[in-house]
Structures are given as C-alpha cells and as structure tokens.
C-alpha cells in the first residue's frame, strides 16, 4: 500500500496557459506518472524559475500534482483563470433553484446529486485510502459490520476486510485557505505525511499553532501536530491537512448499499 491517494481539493486554477500546454503535453507522454511527487517537485522548481511566472505568485508542487490528478480539467479554464475573464459559459442555462443549478424533470436524476464517497483505514498500515467500491459485506463474531474494501488505485489483491465502524468515515476534504481559521488545538484531522520513501495520510492531533498574516500565496500559518499511530509530532503547512466529517449515522446502511 505505497501509492500516493487522491484528495478532494479544489484544483488550483492560476497556471499560465505555457504551464497548462506543458503539462498537457507531459500528461499525454508520461500517463499516471506525471502524478509522481519527484516527478511533480521537479516540474514545479522548472516553472518557478521561469520568466513567465515572474511577479506571480510562486506554485506548489502539490497543485502541480492536483492538476495531473484531474486532467478533465481543460485548458480554457486555465486560459480564463489567467486573464480573469469567464468565456466557458456565456449563455447559462437559468434556473429556479437557489444554488444555481439546472432544474431537472420529474424522474429525471439529478446529476450534482451523488452517493457518498467513502475512505477506510488499511490495518497493514494504519493509512487512510478513498474507496472505490465496497466488494461485501458480512458480520463479525461480534456482531459488528465488516466490508471488503477496493481501493481506488490498487487491484483485487489489495483489496481487505475492514471493521465498518472503527475504519470506514465519509471521504475526508482538503481545506482551502480560508478555512485556517476554523482549526483549533486538539482537533483530529487527516494529515498527509510525506518522507523520503513514504507519502500517506493519518490520522493526527493538531497539539499547537502559530498563526501568520496570509499573502499572496495564502494561508502561511504553522500547525504543529503529533500522528495517532506513531505520536510523532511534525510542522506541517495548512495544505497537508483535511478535514474529518462527523460520523454519518446510517453509515452502515450507505456501505451495505
């Protein structure tokens, strides 16, 4: 259980249309290995040092990564996301509907409506992994609810029984710069961990935290947290961290669906 998993994060959208075009071209040659952080440090030290992003903010290698991990996002978004303008949708469809969403017809399923994505915990590892499908279902000697777990990622021989309960929760999001205000010391979250030859997400405590002025780049606190599987503790930045949902009380009943 060694591959980086995927977090659900608003992509980035302040790449030059030059960035944009290169990463394209490096997606088309390279397939799911443009998503390699190594891979993704170095493109992002390339571009920070290139005359078309002086006097733009500086790119993280993790929003190089989230560009390649969604790469049904086009090249006119970023075109637009550069010059400010909104070309994508001249003529938007209107609707009767508060968040601005398309009405549908009766019987007709609404497409922004979806089932739950989930995230289970490994035993072989204690790390957190999305969910692709749940495989079955069954009940332990304790009565308690077990799902055999597909990662999203991994193959059939990957794939474990888990206890529903202590290791399956709603699929964790990633926090956006604005949101740093709303952590606090002693608040659980789902932390990426990243070493020379380790790159996962666990569960940790944030024990401490030095707020800062925010810039151009955005959130620049500190926040001091100590892993639940090892007590260690890390400085870590706000975009390694996301945020755990409260439990779903029919968390059972989604799985076994």
Known sequence: MDRLRQRQRQVFSGF?????EKMEKLLKESGEEAADIAFCKKLTRSFNSSTGRAGKPALKWTEVQSWFQNPQVSLTSKEDSVDGSDKSNPDPVPSDKPDGSTPTSEGEKDPNSSKLEFEAKSSKDGAWYDVDEFKNCRNN??????????FIGFGSDEDEWVNVKESVRERSLGLEHSECHTLKVGDLVLCFQERKDLAKYYDAHIIDIKRKLHDIR????NFFVRYNHNNVEEKVDLVRLCRILKPQANLAEEVHS
């Open 141 to 150: 000697n304790s009565g308690e609810m077990e799902a055999l777990v597909r």
């Open 16 to 20: 030059t249309k030059s960035e944009v």
């Open 218 to 221: 955005g959130c620049r606190c």
